[in-house]
């Protein structure tokens, strides 16, 4: 299960079924010792405890469970739409993404490129200097 992997969900719209709902339920168990004096008794209010603190943990369990489906079904249900929208927008003869042959500039990639020709620049003023020649062993 992702949950056991360290998945944990957080629902915007219905924070009921969060993973951290889960682990308070778990956190939160009943924990009484009951002792009458009386082995019956006591064996009946233990008994019946371990059964309240097993429905608490298999409807956690399933409230779980159901969480990941949903979110499953959510990411299903935005790629259905996205295709769905991609489809339409190219049956409508629009764009989908560059045209062929478009090349993207960014502000990184030109502050790169600035950088790259300086020091291509520096290189080689330093490659023609005789003494970078002896070093080097080129001529």
Known sequence: MLYEKGVHLVFLNEPLIN?????????????????????????FFKGNIELINNFMMALAEE????????SEKEVTDLHSRISQGIREAKKN?????LSK?????????HAMQ???QKTLQRLRRYI????????LRLF
């Open 63 to 70: 409230q779980i469970k159901a969480a990941f489906e949903q």
């Open 93 to 97: 003869g629009t764009q989908i993404g």
């Open 128 to 135: 023609r200097r005789p003494r970078c020649h002896e070093t």
């Open 19 to 43: 993973t951290s709902v889960f682990d308070s339920t778990r956190n939160n168990l009943l924990n009484i010792n009951i002792e009458t004096g009386n082995a019956a008794v006591d064996s």
């Open 114 to 116: 600035s950088y790259h």
């Open 101 to 109: 042959g478009t090349t993207l500039t960014t502000k990184k990639n």
